[in-house]
């Protein structure tokens, strides 16, 4: 690949747009008919408010969540097969070095990292890697509780069908924690909300 | 003057955007209220009915992915004693305080394609071979607790009584006014039983008395209390949760 080709790639890819609003709205329904499936028995001392459940009850609830949970696995796995193939996980998401991280977060901190639209710094990186580690472990967890007989090496795997369970909500507040997170950084840098919606060039790390 | 007497006080042109608005609140209303009574009697997938046949299409897609998924020699894990969750908790549709005491006379109904009919005592039951078992109970609401059960095994019952072990369904009725169904081949797993002991002891009412359904297989609303009939049979039974949105196979 040129240098000039480079140059002219979209900051995100048409496949990796689309694949993720798609996961957007494949998350959002697990998330909010979650919290409704959690309401019914609440492991820890609080309620989800009412009006943010999605289902109105128990049994809307689970089948929005028995839904969309094909949804987002389809995304996930396509995301998977796209990342690996097309190269864009050994491109733009290596697993940082430690040092680079502290740097970029110390950086980040002082709201002096810069960001260059197509290219992830260290502390975007680890996020990025860790809410996909963090969706194919809610995947795990959720097919452990759903099918603790029938899948039962899995869930005995994750320690049996209560601590399995217990992962599986709090792997929910991490991913949510990443959403506050990423939808904060969005709303500090807008345009890059414009570069996941419309094909926008990539910026070389040198012109910013 | 005349004239002017007989003017009504006010014309059908003057009223009308009125009687439109007052006849579109009660529209309004009455759906409102559609929707208030959906919800209280749980019916309510959600608010659009396109939406509700998407989900209900989706439900039935799993179903037949769990079928796909579930396997007979599959068992589900078992239990020490020491496992045994105390004090066990009372789940129905209805309070502990309405449990509903054995009726007299009680007797197992059996119906359906099966060769004999004729109902069960519960000494009849007791002189079937027994199996115990120590399992983990989960509800659709996501707790479980670890109980232990011991009955007649479902499938030595279905081939004493003749049933067609081809049929597709076995439904079970409940004097509680529950009722529910499971797949065959769940019913033909050796560790679904008709439980007459729970902790070593008959059922007492709130268990269930004097026989219930234990199938640690599948979530815990398949395992009806206060059995009093037995069907085989290739149309679909539904059930009390199920004709209500829970997903048919249920399947753990």
Same mark, same amino acid.
């Given at each position: 690949?040129?240098?000039?080709?480079?140059?002219?790639?979209?900051?995100?890819?048409?496949?990796?747009?689309?694949?993720?609003?798609?996961?957007?709205?494949?998350?959002?329904?697990?998330?909010?008919?979650?919290?409704?499936?959690?309401?019914?028995?609440?492991?820890?001392?609080?309620?989800?408010?009412?009006?943010?459940?999605?289902?109105?009850?128990?049994?809307?609830?689970?089948?929005?969540?028995?839904?969309?949970?094909?949804?987002?696995?389809?995304?996930?796995?396509?995301?998977?097969?796209?990342?690996?193939?097309?190269?864009?996980?050994?491109? @733009?998401?290596?697993?940082?070095?430690?040092?680079?991280?502290?740097? @970029?977060?110390?950086?980040?901190?002082?709201?002096?990292?810069?960001?260059?639209?197509?290219?992830?710094?260290?502390?975007?990186?680890?996020?990025?890697?860790?809410?996909?580690?963090?969706?194919?472990?809610?995947?795990?967890?959720?097919?452990?509780?759903?099918?603790?007989?029938?899948?039962?090496?899995?869930?005995?795997?994750?320690?049996?069908?209560?601590?399995?369970?217990?992962?599986?909500?709090?792997?929910?507040?991490?991913?949510?924690?990443?959403?506050?997170?990423?939808?904060?950084?969005?709303?500090?840098?807008?345009?890059?909300?414009?570069?996941?919606?419309?094909?926008?060039?990539?910026?070389?790390?040198?012109?910013? | 003057?005349?004239?002017?007497?007989?003017?009504?006080?006010?014309?059908?042109?003057?009223?009308?955007?009125?009687?439109?608005?007052?006849?579109?609140?009660?529209?309004?209303?009455?759906?409102?209220?559609?929707?208030?009574?959906?919800?209280?009697?749980?019916?309510?997938?959600? *608010?659009?009915?396109?939406?509700?046949?998407?989900?209900?299409?989706?439900?039935?897609?799993?179903?037949?992915?769990?079928?796909?998924?579930?396997?007979?020699?599959?068992?589900?894990?078992?239990?020490?004693?020491?496992?045994? *969750?105390?004090?066990?908790?009372?789940?129905?549709?209805?309070?502990?305080?309405?449990?509903?005491?054995?009726?007299?006379?009680?007797?197992?109904?059996?119906?359906?394609?099966?060769?004999?009919?004729?109902?069960?005592?519960?000494?009849?039951?007791?002189?079937?071979?027994?199996?115990?078992?120590?399992?983990?109970?989960?509800?659709?609401?996501?707790?479980?607790?670890?109980?232990?059960?011991?009955?007649?095994?479902?499938? *030595?019952?279905?081939?004493?009584?003749?049933?067609?072990?081809?049929?597709?369904?076995?439904?079970?009725?409940?004097?509680?006014?529950?009722?529910?169904?499971?797949?065959?081949?769940?019913?033909?797993?050796?560790?679904?039983?008709?439980?007459?002991?729970?902790?070593?002891?008959?059922?007492?009412?709130?268990?269930?008395?004097?026989?219930?359904?234990?199938?640690?297989?599948?979530?815990?609303?398949?395992?009806?209390?206060?059995?009093?009939?037995?069907?085989?049979?290739?149309?679909?039974?539904?059930?009390?949760?199920?004709?209500?949105?829970?997903?048919?196979?249920?399947?753990?």
């Amino acid at each position: 690949m040129s240098r000039r080709e480079i140059l002219h790639r979209p900051a995100h890819p048409a496949a990796i747009r689309v694949m993720h609003w798609i996961g957007v709205y494949a998350m959002g329904c697990m998330i909010f008919s979650g919290w409704e499936i959690y309401n019914a028995s609440p492991s820890l001392p609080f309620l989800f408010p009412a009006w943010t459940g999605l289902g109105g009850w128990l049994g809307g609830a689970l089948a929005w969540h028995l839904s969309a949970m094909w949804l987002l696995f389809a995304d996930g796995i396509a995301y998977l097969a796209y990342g690996f193939a097309s190269g864009h996980f050994r491109r @733009d998401l290596q697993p940082p070095r430690p040092a680079e991280v502290l740097h @970029d977060l110390e950086a980040a901190l002082r709201f002096r990292l810069k960001v260059h639209m197509g290219h992830y710094n260290a502390v975007q990186r680890v996020l990025y890697i860790g809410v996909i580690v963090a969706i194919i472990l809610q995947a795990m967890t959720g097919l452990a509780i759903w099918k603790p007989v029938q899948f039962g090496w899995l869930t005995g795997l994750l320690f049996g069908y209560p601590i399995a369970r217990g992962i599986h909500l709090g792997t929910m507040f991490a991913i949510v924690g990443f959403v506050l997170v990423h939808v904060l950084m969005v709303a500090i840098h807008p345009r890059t909300l414009r570069s996941m919606i419309v094909a926008v060039p990539s910026e070389s790390e040198e012109s910013r | 003057m005349s004239n002017q007497r007989i003017k009504p006080a006010v014309t059908m042109a003057e009223i009308r955007p009125e009687l439109t608005r007052l006849r579109r609140r009660g529209l309004l209303r009455s759906a409102l209220s559609l929707g208030a009574l959906t919800l209280l009697t749980g019916c309510d997938l959600s *608010t659009h009915s396109g939406v509700d046949a998407a989900l209900e299409a989706m439900l039935r897609f799993d179903d037949r992915v769990q079928a796909a998924l579930f396997s007979r020699q599959r068992l589900a894990p078992t239990y020490p004693a020491s496992a045994i *969750t105390r004090p066990f908790r009372f789940n129905a549709y209805y309070a502990e305080w309405q449990v509903r005491l054995v009726p007299d006379n009680w007797a197992l109904h059996v119906g359906g394609r099966v060769a004999a009919r004729r109902p069960w005592t519960l000494p009849a039951l007791a002189a079937l071979p027994q199996q115990g078992q120590i399992t983990r109970h989960i509800c659709i609401e996501g707790w479980s607790q670890i109980g232990q059960w011991s009955g007649v095994p479902l499938g *030595t019952f279905l081939r004493r009584v003749g049933a067609d072990l081809s049929a597709r369904y076995v439904a079970f009725k409940c004097f509680d006014g529950y009722s529910t169904s499971i797949d065959m081949a769940s019913a033909l797993q050796p560790q679904t039983i008709l439980a007459l002991d729970f902790e070593a002891k008959p059922l007492a009412p709130q268990w269930g008395a004097p026989l219930r359904l234990r199938i640690p297989t599948k979530l815990g609303f398949k395992s009806a209390k206060n059995l009093e009939a037995i069907e085989v049979t290739n149309k679909y039974p539904g059930g009390y949760w199920e004709d209500q949105g829970y997903d048919w196979f249920a399947g753990v």
